[in-house]
């Protein structure tokens, strides 16, 4: 076997990169019990004009996956393609940059942020975290008058290119908007969104965003409750600056 040419971006965990000599390139990660989980890529000759140059192969995470071979225009989409499949079945870690991103996906988060940054600051975005003492939790709804926080900081925050966010799991008990305040800080959030925008099964695309946060204030009351405008938690949601 040779060394292929060097990645835009090998992920942590990522243990081999290697050309085989029938052609294809194989990425292996390590698996349970240190077992070797081998995905590969290889050129094919397009039928016709127009047919995509590459095909990739996943390793079944279970009986549910589909495994392939699948088709990609390009060599860079089969690696990001392989990379996010490592990702999804927590093989290789998280990359926090978004680097894991092909082009159509980057646009499609560059244009989330911008959509994420211009939310109001007046209120929490669901996805943005609160500081509770020494506790850090993740807003997971936002309605008129209260909010609701949940211990999971990496579970299921979908959002929109309108940076309008939707979560799926368990929630705590609801508090009043006005015990919160805004802090200076910014933590990283998980996130995910559909590849290419099409939704369907097996479609996540985990990236992050820069997200506030809160202070619960320790006695009840605040400054905000004048402020307040209507809130609609979910996809709906129009949150955004006057």
Not at 5 to 22: N, S
Not at 135 to 157: N, P
Not at 177 to 189: A, C, M, P
Request: charged share 25%; with cysteine; glycine share 10%.
């Amino acid at each position: 076997m040779t060394s292929p040419p060097t990645l835009p971006y090998i992920p942590e965990g990522l243990i081999t990169h290697t050309k085989c000599d029938d052609g294809r390139t194989k990425l292996t990660a390590k698996g349970a019990f240190g077992m070797d989980v081998d995905c590969y890529y290889w050129p094919v000759t397009p039928n016709r004009p127009g047919d995509d140059a590459w095909e990739y192969k996943l390793t079944p995470h279970s009986e549910k996956t589909h495994s392939g071979p699948f088709r990609h225009p390009s060599e860079h989409g089969c690696q990001i393609a392989i990379y996010r499949h490592l990702i999804d079945i927590g093989l290789v870690a998280f990359p926090e940059d978004n680097s894991h991103l092909d082009d159509t996906d980057a646009a499609i988060h560059a244009r989330t942020l911008r959509a994420w940054d211009d939310r109001s600051i007046l209120f929490p975005r669901v996805g943005d975290f609160m500081q509770n003492g020494d506790e850090l939790l993740r807003f997971c709804a936002v309605r008129d008058t209260y909010a609701q926080t949940t211990k999971a900081l990496k579970c299921s925050y979908y959002v929109g290119l309108f940076g309008d966010v939707s979560y799926s799991g368990s929630l705590d008990p609801g508090f009043d908007l006005v015990d919160l305040e805004l802090t200076f800080e910014i933590k990283t959030g998980q996130f995910w969104f559909f590849h290419h925008g099409r939704a369907g099964g097996g479609r996540g695309v985990n990236v992050t965003l820069p997200c506030r946060v809160w202070m619960r204030s320790a006695a009840p009351g605040g400054s905000t409750k004048s402020q307040r405008s209507s809130i609609i938690d979910g996809p709906v949601r129009d949150d955004g600056a006057d």
